[in-house]
């Protein structure tokens, strides 16, 4: 991938109202910043919140760090494995209910986790803040502006054809 072409990009998590929304405006920003021509969504692997805003708590701390966070959640549907070149899951429930709707290899070659652009932090996925208190919310975010940096870095490099 090179930083001339445009880049589609998908993050998910479960619900679609906190990690996955936060990572699509924490992206879509740095991205921004960086001159680089993406279109980035968010989608859960379930429904459960489908058509509601992101979690008020998410977009508080995003916004305190001047994110905005504008999307509705949706569920992940098969025409997203066409429509974006990457899909990006927040942890390995996800990443496994992704790989589980693959139908081919390229289809199941898209799928990464979000850790494995992580360049300061160590974590082994983004944890889901939903259940816990401001702190959550606010790693979250960290982790999210430490790991789109990596993913604009591995995006933008002439010496890689893929993120694999």
């Not at 429904?47 to 509705?72: C, L, N, V």
């Amino acid at each position: 991938m090179n930083q001339h072409k445009s880049h589609r990009i998908l993050f998910v998590c479960l619900g679609n109202i906190c990690r996955s929304p936060a990572a699509e405006a924490v992206f879509k920003a740095k991205a921004k910043l960086q001159g680089i021509d993406v279109f980035v969504d968010s989608a859960g692997t379930s429904a459960w919140h489908q058509g509601e805003k992101a979690d008020s708590r998410m977009r508080q701390a995003a916004a305190a760090r001047g994110y905005q966070i504008t999307s509705f959640s949706r569920p992940f549907n098969r025409n997203d494995f066409q429509n974006f070149d990457l899909i990006v899951a927040m942890d390995d429930l996800n990443f496994d209910d992704l790989k589980e709707k693959a139908l081919t290899s390229e289809e199941d070659q898209k799928i990464v986790r979000m850790r494995d652009f992580l360049r300061h932090h160590r974590s082994d996925h983004i944890p889901d803040p939903y259940y816990g208190g401001a702190d959550g919310f606010n790693l979250v975010i960290d982790l999210l502006e430490d790991a789109s940096e990596g993913l604009l870095k591995v995006i933008t490099s002439p010496a890689r054809d893929s993120v694999q």
